[in-house]
Antibody, heavy 119, light 108 residues
Framework: QVQLVESGGGVVQPGRSLTLSCAASGFRLTSYLMHWVRQAPGKGLEWVAVISSDGRNKYYADSVRGRFTISRDTSKNTLFGQMNSLRPDDTAVYYC????????????WGKGTLVTVSS | EIVVTQSAATLSVSPGERATLSCRASQSVNGNLAWYQQKPGQAPRLLIYGASTRATGVAARFSGSGSGTEFILTISSLESEDSAVYYCQQYNNWPMYTFGQGTKLEIK
């Protein structure tokens, strides 16, 4: 069955970097758009980034552009999100989500990984 | 950027009654709108896509309607397990898939 499992979160100091991972199973990343979505504590959902099914196209929210890089390793069927120059307002649960073009919307989500940016 | 607005921050409805949640987009998204349910400590769950199509496994009491800029999620007969935050999301404006701010549904 389809499963997404995030890892890599933790407590990090402002200005430092962190790489998030999302291990996918039950489907191939090469067949779907994949997104990162984040949720600050007690707040709503914020779309962060997307990578196309062929891996060629990547787009970012204004709030992370230039600091966040989405990528994948198709041999490991794993999605990544590299976060640089972290700020306290990057503190959030980060979810990876699958975009189903046949239906629309994000049909599978991971459980999320918490990133806390604090000195 | 398309701004998506959910008019009610909180909605309180009694069990067995109907709940109506609203979502408005700042410009037409055609039918490219999804609804999600999120319970505390859990990831969002896709309920509705294409404005009105229930996702796999979603109970029939959930229904979506609307087009263009105005959309509604209806829960026909509330159950206690429906207590959650509900988000709408437009996916018409690739790649900026914006979410509404959410409506917290409380069961009286």
């Amino acid at each position: 069955q389809v499963q997404l499992v995030e890892s890599g979160g933790g407590v990090v100091q402002p200005g430092r970097s962190l790489t998030l991972s999302c291990a996918a199973s039950g489907f191939r990343l090469t067949s779907y758009l994949m997104h990162w979505v984040r949720q600050a504590p007690g707040k709503g959902l914020e779309w962060v980034a997307v990578i196309s099914s062929d891996g060629r196209n990547k787009y970012y929210a204004d709030s992370v552009r230039g600091r966040f890089t989405i990528s994948r390793d198709t041999s490991k069927n794993t999605l990544f999100g590299q976060m640089n120059s972290l700020r306290p307002d990057d503190t959030a649960v980060y979810y990876c989500a699958r975009d189903n073009p046949q239906s629309g919307g994000f049909d599978y989500w991971g459980k999320g990984t918490l990133v806390t940016v604090s000195s | 950027e398309i701004v998506v607005t959910q008019s009610a921050a909180t909605l309180s409805v009694s069990p067995g009654e109907r709940a109506t949640l609203s979502c408005r987009a700042s410009q037409s998204v055609n039918g490219n709108l999804a609804w999600y349910q999120q319970k505390p400590g859990q990831a969002p769950r896709l309920l509705i896509y294409g404005a009105s199509t229930r996702a796999t496994g979603v109970a029939a009491r959930f229904s979506g309607s609307g087009s263009g800029t105005e959309f509604i999620l209806t829960i026909s007969s509330l159950e206690s397990e429906d207590s959650a935050v509900y988000y709408c999301q437009q996916y018409n404006n690739w790649p900026m898939y914006t979410f509404g701010q959410g409506t917290k549904l409380e069961i009286k």
